[in-house]
């Protein structure tokens, strides 16, 4: 079923729907066939609709096919692949394999790769967080890390996760204290920028990335500010992603989100969803998977409205392999895709409001 008659059931007071016509004029007037969301997100004037893609699922052939299906999804990132227990497990012995399984096969089938991530508090290998380090030798292995593995993928990636989630969700959105923070100082950030401007090649879109950040509220502000002293003092910084994690019932309005991306593209840099999901607190039901629908379509429309938001990604698309339910036990059914391969209210939501800016 449709959502769009369900999405028209639903309390204002719940989810703010934008307001019909969802129309912007794109001057593709041939009637639309069937497409998928890549498809239609391109024809609506994105760069892409893209999907995360997890190594622990890459023997179901389902999975693959809608996963490498470019019509559905124009780009990839890899869940897991990329980040630094994977690619650096002992210290200067790289390691691409789980990497490599998600991005080979994305650019056999044309989809681009956003790569995910360089820097970031969680999933580092024991070597690294298992001893005392002094600042120079962390800067080093930092500048190493990030030469060797943006070698690796010189030719793959349109952007690049440089520094993720380095901001505490505290009331004054201090910075993270994690062994970053602990042994460089909040250096660290402009330092893995500066590397990664150095060795990925030449116009590869560097971005910083978070949660929490899709209102204007303290911690986007406090990314605004980085941003702004990066511009100041020409630290490279191309992009703000917004993770866009999502719960029914909680999540930012249309008109939230767009003032967010607003708040990053006046500072001179694009944005992007970059890990989009919306949970529903479960027993699941057709109400709730309608209104995880309308913050889906709130979401793409508030990034196709916004000035310099490139494209979306879904953080998975098969929920089964979502993250939410071993993270926020009781929640789940986060994706677009059923457990069964049925497409979900959400994904025709998605796809419905792209076709209304044809
Ligand atoms: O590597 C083992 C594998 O050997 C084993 O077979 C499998 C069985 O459960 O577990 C595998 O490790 C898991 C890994 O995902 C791969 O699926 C880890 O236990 C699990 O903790 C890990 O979770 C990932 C999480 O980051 C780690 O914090 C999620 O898949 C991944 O979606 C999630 O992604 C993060 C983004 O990078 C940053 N933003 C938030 C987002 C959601 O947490």
Redesign the pocket.
């Given at each position: 079923m449709k959502t769009t008659l369900l999405l028209a059931a639903l309390p204002a007071a719940t989810i703010a729907l934008p307001t019909w016509p969802w129309n912007k004029p794109h001057g593709h007037n041939k009637p639309l066939k069937y497409s998928g969301l890549d498809v239609l997100a391109k024809r609506a004037g994105l760069k892409y609709f893209g999907t995360?893609i997890?190594?622990?699922v890459l023997d179901n052939p389902t999975y693959i096919s809608i996963a490498h299906n470019r019509s559905e999804f124009g780009q990839v990132t890899p869940?897991?692949g990329q980040?630094w227990m994977y690619i650096e497990p002992v210290q200067n012995k790289f390691n691409f394999t789980l990497g490599d399984q998600i991005t080979v096969p994305a650019k056999k089938k044309g989809q681009l790769r956003r790569c995910?991530?360089f820097v970031?508090h969680?999933?580092l290998p024991d070597w690294l967080t298992g001893r005392n380090w002094t600042k120079p030798e962390l800067v080093k292995v930092l500048e190493n890390h990030i030469k060797h593995e943006a070698k690796h993928y010189y030719n793959d990636c349109i952007a690049w996760d440089v520094v993720?989630?380095a901001f505490e969700d505290d009331a004054v959105a201090s910075l993270r204290k994690d062994i970053w923070l602990d042994v460089i100082g909040k250096e660290y950030i402009e330092l893995a920028f500066k590397f990664a401007r150095k060795y990925t090649k030449p116009g590869t879109k560097l971005y910083y990335n978070d949660?929490a950040i899709e209102r204007v509220n303290n911690k986007s502000r406090a990314v605004a500010a980085l941003v702004k002293d990066f511009k100041k003092r020409h630290i490279p910084i191309d992009g703000v992603g917004l993770?866009a994690?999502y719960t029914v019932g909680r999540a930012p309005s249309y008109d939230e989100q767009l003032a967010t991306h607003k708040l990053f593209s006046d500072l001179g840099v694009e944005t992007a969803l970059t890990?989009l999901d919306v949970r529903i607190q479960l027993p699941d039901n057709a109400t709730l998977q309608a209104q995880q629908g309308a913050v889906y379509a709130n979401s793409t429309k508030a990034c196709l409205d916004a000035d310099d938001c490139v494209g979306i990604t879904v953080?998975?698309f098969w929920d089964p392999v979502s993250?939410v339910p071993?993270?926020f036990p009781g929640f789940g059914n986060a994706d677009i895709w059923d457990a069964n391969f049925t497409k979900k209210p959400a994904y025709y939501a998605i796809s419905d409001l792209l076709r209304s800016y044809d």
């Open positions: 995360a997890d190594n622990v869940s897991n980040k995910h991530n970031w969680n999933q993720n989630e949660y993770q994690h890990e953080w998975d993250w071993s993270t």
